[in-house]
């Protein structure tokens, strides 16, 4: 019976060993954050997103050229909360919830306190795609989202043993 309990206890280290690895990998400590696919605010929207200032355009208030934001509602263009914070006191001032990074063309809503899935959330796309085109001078590689039957019936015609 020593032996069992030993066992068991052993077992039970390495499992939570694993679930350790797993949430340093997949959970809140590595740092992955998922984005929203909606949000209640898009309504707030600037009318005209096809006609944006270009990735390099300088802070409104400060001048700083870089780590700066595209208000979604206004177009304004303010640097972040590593600079000077202009993005986040204009969001306090107007209530504008919705910006474009021009550094990584992340979009993030302050309302929702979230990341918005730019490429999945129709609204967003075309900005998104406009701001990229501007930024690196190609479309983006959208990507595609499979579902898991799709990715069953690969698997099974994919020839084993190659």
């Known amino acids: 019976m020593a032996d069992q309990a030993g066992s068991s206890s052993s077992h039970l280290e390495i499992h939570l060993e694993e679930e350790d690895d797993y949430d340093l990998m997949y959970g809140a400590e590595s740092g ?24 390099n355009t300088p802070c409104n208030r400060c001048q700083h050229p870089s780590e700066n934001w595209l208000c979604l509602c206004c177009k304004d ?46 609204q967003l796309r075309p900005v998104h795609e406009t701001a ?4 690196f001078g190609e479309p983006p590689p959208f990507r595609t989202v499979e579902s898991p039957q799709t990715e069953d019936k690969q698997t099974k015609d994919t020839p084993s043993g190659g």
């Open 77 to 122: 263009v303010l640097c972040s909360r590593f600079v000077n914070k202009h993005m986040l006191e204009h969001h306090k001032q107007t209530t504008h919830c919705i910006a474009l990074s021009y550094s990584d063309l992340s979009v993030w809503c302050f309302a929702c306190d979230s990341y918005l899935d730019a490429q999945l959330i129709q």
């Open 32 to 55: 992955w954050v998922e984005a929203r696919t909606q949000c209640d605010h898009l309504a707030s929207l600037s009318s005209d997103l096809a006609h944006i200032p270009t990735p």
């Open 132 to 135: 990229y085109i501007l930024k």
